[in-house]
């Protein structure tokens, strides 16, 4: 009886000796968690983006399913490793579009934020609420609830912007169309045979514009009647109606540019796409150039409003929006198998 007593007595100190270890490592991580994402988020005004977040492979799941192993200790430690998880899919996802390498989703963070109903202003910081905006988006989009942006609920993403955006192709009889005052235009030369733009579509475009003047918070500089001025750039056309034959034209000049992901049946024909300039190079798809683009007031003042006024984005190209009109007379046919 004595040395079973011994022994019990030895099992008991060696578990409360293994709790009161495990304990300390608990700790130890917790704090580590902490101060990893004060590093990474150190104070709302610091870069939104992931500039702050090193580089770290894709394929590096130990990490992940250890943290994600933790996470459902307590929801403190749970929020903290989604943004963690977040911060590194939205430097390092790789995935590809247009046949082309694609690293990270920082460059839509704005759009991102507008289609979950998230706060950009607070986005990547501690005080986000996007992990749980997006947990609720991702459940209304039957994907897994997990507040962390990975690459299925990033290809869920795409494909419901892209199922937003203009399904005709066709060009409209001449009468629905105008030709539109070069000062609606970024190049103040450019040729009447460019300016044409669906009627519908240019005034929605009037009217957006003229919300976008009354806006102060942008500094647009504008006419006393409300209009853009002639020395304002921003929010002014780049390019409207296309016709095939122009297309056809602009690939072939520049096969191996970016301008080679014109497409060959492209919203352009319709007259109902506008390229608007929202900073940077206009038209150039080159990731620095689109980062800086979605960084902009007037593109992030888009995101925001464009809707009201029947225009949807294309994600990848900032400065490409479709006219669509409202839901009520939407132009989008009936979607058909
Ligand atoms: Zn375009």
Known sequence: MRSNRKIFLALLCVAALT?????????????ALETQNQSIY??????????????????????ITAHTAVATSTDQISDAVKLNQNARWQANLSWTFGGKNQRGWAIYVPLICQTVGADLLTFGTSRTDFPARLAAW??????????????????????????????KRDTPPAN?????????????????????????TYDAYKRMVAAAVADGTLNLR????????????????????????????????SPNSGRAGLAINSPHFTGRALDLYVGGEPVDTKDANRRLQTSTPVYRWLVRNAARF???????EPWHWEFVGLPENSINAPITQ
Do not use: C
Not at 46 to 58: E, M
Not at 147 to 158: A, E, F, K, P, S
Not at 159 to 165: L, N, S, Y
């Open 222 to 253: 504008a006419t006393s009647d409300g209009q853009l001025s002639i020395g304002e750039s921003r929010l002014k056309i780049v390019s409207a109606y296309r016709s095939r034959a122009r297309q056809e034209k602009l690939r072939r000049q």
């Open 176 to 200: 629905e169309m105008l030709t539109a005052p070069v000062t609606d235009f970024w190049d103040l030369q450019r040729p009447a045979e460019e300016r044409m733009v669906e009627r519908q």
């Open 310 to 316: 029947g225009f949807r984005p294309y994600f990848y």
């Open 42 to 63: 150190p104070n709302a005004s610091a870069p939104q983006f992931a500039s702050l977040v090193q580089p770290i492979s894709n394929t590096d799941d130990s990490l």
């Open 138 to 167: 991702q459940q209304e989009m039957g994907v897994a609830a997990t507040g962390v942006l990975d690459v299925g609920t990033w290809q869920r993403m795409i494909a419901f912007w892209q199922a937003d955006r203009l399904k």
């Open 19 to 31: 709790a009161f270890v495990a304990a300390n490592i608990w700790r130890q991580h917790r704090a």
